[in-house]
């Protein structure tokens, strides 16, 4: 449908949608849209402000939303932050982007930028987001350079990505600040003079309060950006009173999702990730396993695997013998038990000890390095056969082409299937 928007007025706009600009100017998070089309994926939105009489032609999909709005809906604080960091005399400058769940930092992050591009300024965009971004798949964190403006970030190509193995930070934060600290020095080496760092919502309890703060003081960033409606940022911001903080308003359109959208929104972005993929098989000991005990111990001595046997009943089809653990790997159809778990603590008082199902390695999601310890992309274990003399993995990915630069698997902690859809979590170094 075509529809006249007069200058001044706006469109607050849910995806699906198409729109195209087909006379006049409009505004989308600081990016001027003149004559061209912009897409609205599903779970967005974006927010359109005529800075004259326009038209546009509008397509909207099932579920997809269009309400006409007074004016524009970013807030007039944002444009605060512009002047006070051109006015940072620092050679390249980080700035940190914190904000409650669908408080609009990346709306934010994307008005902050344009603005910025706009000044000839080379801006760098790490999007921290393993659940919700929108530079790479979901479990990863990602680093653009954006070369020109944009109305949504998805639509910059990440060049870094780094693998975090689940869909938000809890239990990972080691990995989260590696991660970030890895895409850091990767855009200042590209040339970044402006950092934009858009971090997650996890902003309420101590692991989050001990994650921003580990953050903080490990980026130091130059400015801190928080947004917020009142003051529920305030016990994060207390404690940094010596770094320089901009506090900014909510937008006044926004879109808010529920646990189940997001889990929707990430299974759409998985099945997109995985479609054309195909399947490649190594041998384990050809790579290096990651955030598993898999693959880094040794054979265990005949007299230990007899006293296993016989506590299991069973003969366990593989066995890995570490300084610090035992694994042991058990066949489809064997259930362990309270008896079982205390006998085998008995005879390994000294080493701590897993007992593994076979098929618990299925559908975990893995992430793929090549050996510069570059992220190549995602697999999901189809299977781990561990009936040969060396255990053969099986991995569905997209990057099944670049078999031959894999020199690296780390182990998530996220199951998927081929289409996406979520099957569940296994527990951090339980694999």
Sequence with gaps: MDLSIQKEKGLYVEGPAKITVT?????????????????????????IYAENDSILQITSGIGGKIEEIDGTTIPKDWGTTIEAIKKLEKKIIKVMIIGDIDSGKTTFTTYLANKLIESEIRVAVIDADMGQG??????????????????????????????????????IQCRVIAGINFLLEKAVNLGAQIILIDT????FG???????????????????????????????????????????????????RDRD??????????????????????????????????????HIQEETYAQLIKILGIAPIYVEDAIDMILIITPEDYQVNQFVLNELEKIFAEKYFLVINE????????????GEHEFLGL?????????????????????????????TIQFGCLKVSRSGREIGYTKMWQI
């Design 23 to 47: 006379n006049g100017i409009v505004n989308i998070f600081g990016k001027k849209v003149v004559n061209d089309s912009i897409i609205v994926k599903r779970g967005k939105a974006i927010s």
């Design 359 to 370: 098929k618990n390695y299925e559908n975990l999601m893995v992430g793929l390095l090549n």
């Design 134 to 171: 929108e530079l790479g798949p979901p479990t990863t964190i990602n680093l653009a350079i954006p070369e020109k403006q944009f109305c949504c970030l998805s639509e910059n190509e990440a060049i870094h990505s780094y693998f975090v193995g689940r869909t938000s930070p809890a239990g």
């Design 206 to 256: 101590s692991y989050a309060r001990e994650l921003k703060l580990v953050k903080f003081y490990s980026f130091k960033p130059e400015l801190i950006i928080a947004l917020q409606e009142q003051d529920e940022l305030e016990h994060l911001l207390q404690p940094v009173k010596n770094f320089e903080v901009i506090r900014v308003s909510y937008p006044e359109k926004r879109r808010e």
């Design 261 to 298: 959208d997001r889990k929707i929104l990430r299974e759409s972005l998985f099945l997109q990730y995985f479609e054309g993929g195909g399947e490649i098989t190594f041998y384990l000991n050809k790579l290096n396993t990651v955030y598993t005990f898999l693959g880094n111990g040794g």
């Design 200 to 203: 997650t919502g996890w902003v």
């Design 379 to 407: 697999g999901i274990i189809t299977e781990i056969n561990f009936h040969g003399v060396v255990p053969k993995i099986s991995l569905f990915t997209p990057a099944y082409n670049l078999k031959d630069q894999i020199k």
